[in-house]
């Protein structure tokens, strides 16, 4: 939810794989739906649903997502993957081609003793604590990026 908060209605745009490679889809955003208790501040329940305009084509580079069962129970220390088209190092300008970093989930305990208040149960906490490629650092607090499981 928290992603689309700042983009205008005329530039919503979902862009989805390399974006200067054929394969790829550019379609119009006809709305986003939000949780009706996403918090700006907290983050808590940051999940939207997006509505295109016009269908995507699926494809071997395009495929829908599924959500996790609201039971289902990851185990600490699973390999996990972010995705975005951010910046690749500090300061840098947004990639090209969608990226991937892989992490893993965080013992949320540990979580919330190093981001004291920062966690609900809603949320998952995955980094990793050593450092190195990263989509969101527990240190510095950036913003937060799609979580693949």
Partial sequence: ?????????????????DLSNA???ARKI???ISHPYFNDYTYDYDIAVVELQTPATFSSFIQPICLPDAT???PVG???????WGATAEG???????????????N????NQLLTDQLTPRMMCVGILTGGVDAY?????????????
């Fill in 92 to 106: 840098g300008s947004g990639a090209s081609i969608l990226q991937k970093a892989e992490i893993r989930l965080i």
């Fill in 72 to 74: 289902h129970s990851f």
């Fill in 78 to 84: 699973k390999d996990l993957w972010v995705t975005g």
């Fill in 108 to 111: 949320q305990t540990v979580c």
């Fill in 137 to 149: 650092s527990i240190k510095k607090g950036r913003k937060r990026q799609p979580l693949c499981v």
């Fill in 23 to 25: 394969n790829v889809q």
């Fill in 1 to 17: 939810a928290h992603s689309f908060q700042c983009l205008k209605r005329a530039t919503r745009m979902l862009e989805r794989g």
């Fill in 30 to 32: 006809k709305r986003i």
